[in-house]
Antibody, heavy 122, light 107 residues
Framework: QVQLVESGGGVVQPGRSVRLSCAASGFRFSDFAMYWVRQAPGKGLQWVAVIAYDGRNKFYEDSVKGRFTISRDNSMDTLYLQMNSLRGDDTAIYYC???????????????WGQGTLLTVSS | EIVMTQSPATLAVSAGERVTLSCGASQGVSSNLAWYQQKPGQAPRLLIFGASNRATDIPARFSGSGSGTEFTLTISSLQSEDLATYYCQQYLKWPLTFGGGTKVEIK
């Protein structure tokens, strides 16, 4: 079955950078758009970024544009989120999620990883 | 940005009762609406897509309805394992947006 395993979270100082990873298995990774969604402690869900199945198209939530970069390595079945210029309000659990549509995205989140907690604090 | 509003914020219901959760969109999203369940300490799980289509392995007691700006998630007979926060999400326009959630508690 679909498995998504995030890693790379931890405690980082404001202004620094970190890269999150999401290892995928149980499906043909290269056929599906992938997402990052975050959840601040005790708060709701916020979509962060999306990347098309082939990596050609990417979209970002406004507050992370210019600071975060989503990418993927289809040969390694891995999704990434490069996060620069981190701020306190980036503190959250970061989930990777899989789209429902093969090649043509549907833009909702069919499967989710367990998340990785990133804390931005000095 | 399409703003999604959920009500109520919290709901306490007895096991076996019918539960109705509401989700409103600030502009029409047609049927581009999904519902998720998030149990304490767990990742969200897709329940409903296309406003009314149950996702794989979702029990029949969960149903969704609505289109345009008003949507409803119904749990026909609440089970103890349904204790969770429920979120709606629109996927008509960027950015993809979620409602603030409705927390369902068991009386």
């Amino acid at each position: 079955q679909v498995q998504l395993v995030e890693s790379g979270g931890g405690v980082v100082q404001p202004g620094r950078s970190v890269r999150l990873s999401c290892a995928a298995s149980g499906f043909r990774f290269s056929d599906f758009a992938m997402y990052w969604v975050r959840q601040a402690p005790g708060k709701g869900l916020q979509w962060v970024a999306v990347i098309a199945y082939d990596g050609r198209n990417k979209f970002y939530e406004d507050s992370v544009k210019g600071r975060f970069t989503i990418s993927r390595d289809n040969s390694m079945d891995t999704l990434y989120l490069q996060m620069n210029s981190l701020r306190g309000d980036d503190t959250a659990i970061y989930y990777c999620a899989k789209d429902n549509g093969k090649l043509t995205p549907h833009y909702y989140f069919e499967s989710w990883g367990q998340g990785t907690l990133l804390t931005v604090s000095s | 940005e399409i703003v999604m509003t959920q009500s109520p914020a919290t709901l306490a219901v007895s096991a076996g009762e019918r539960v109705t959760l509401s989700c409103g969109a600030s502009q029409g999203v047609s049927s581009n609406l999904a519902w998720y369940q998030q149990k304490p300490g767990q990742a969200p799980r897709l329940l409903i897509f296309g406003a009314s289509n149950r996702a794989t392995d979702i029990p029949a007691r969960f149903s969704g309805s609505g289109s345009g700006t008003e949507f409803t998630l119904t749990i026909s007979s609440l089970q103890s394992e349904d204790l969770a926060t429920y979120y709606c999400q629109q996927y008509l326009k960027w950015p993809l947006t979620f409602g603030g959630g409705t927390k369902v508690e068991i009386k």
